[in-house]
T-cell receptor, first 112, second 114 residues
């Protein structure tokens, strides 16, 4: 069953604009992670935010987490054509669940 | 280069055939897992392992077997291939069996069952 659900399913923006993707989940989590997948490739880990953190930055990426609303957002600032990819959130429930549960992803297209 | 290596990259099977998808990692990661990715379905966990000799089922285990005799290798066996197993398969590993770390993914095996 899907734990995380990304919104929107698809997003198209111009190069230089900011891109925001959202993720909602259903159960309590230990941490939430974001991954990028370029077409035909494997997933690449971008950033992990723990349940006791509210915001985290990595380069042009900013992730927020609101555990009361069970939601997270990924902001990519000053987007580039190379950011074109699918982005997935994944939740780690911890407590010995040993599983990372992925959403269906947001397909981002950055137009040069 | 450190990472997760999957072989083969592409495979076509006939219904009823069996095969093994190989996965190896050289990062001494405790945790390894197999996912399948289907259009519109995201990634779904098939089987996982928290260490050598320890495996367990994920969300969609039927039709697949795994074993983990070494820390490095985690092969996925299709017992009798069915068209419903046409998918892209990803192997992933993580430093800790207890979670809290990002996963490293292989580049995938694209499997078609005819």
């Amino acid at each position: 069953s899907q734990q995380g659900e990304e919104d929107p399913q698809a997003l198209s923006i111009q190069e230089g604009e900011n891109a925001t993707m959202n993720c909602s989940y259903k159960t309590s989590i230990n941490n939430l992670q974001w991954y990028r997948q370029n077409s035909g490739r494997g997933l690449v880990h971008l950033i992990l935010i723990r349940s006791n953190e509210r915001e985290k930055h990595s380069g042009r990426l900013r992730v927020t987490l609101d555990t009361s609303k069970k939601s997270s957002s990924l902001l990519i600032t000053a987007s580039r054509a190379a950011d074109t990819a699918s982005y997935f959130c994944a939740t780690d429930r911890g407590a010995g669940s040993y599983q990372l549960t992925f959403g269906k992803g947001t397909k981002l297209s950055v137009i040069p | 280069n450190a990472g997760v290596t999957q072989t083969p990259k592409f495979q076509v099977l006939k219904t009823g055939q069996s095969m093994t998808l190989q996965c190896a990692q050289d990062m001494n990661h405790e945790y390894m897992s197999w996912y399948r990715q289907d259009p519109g379905m995201g990634l779904r966990l098939i089987h996982y392992s928290v260490g050598a000799g320890i495996t367990d089922q994920g969300e969609v285990p039927n039709g697949y077997n795994v074993s983990r005799s070494t820390t490095e290798d985690f092969p996925l066996r299709l017992l009798s291939a069915a068209p419903s197993q046409t998918s892209v398969y990803f192997c992933a590993s993580s430093y800790s069996r207890t979670g809290g770390y990002g996963y490293t993914f292989g580049s995938g095996t694209r499997l078609t069952v005819v």
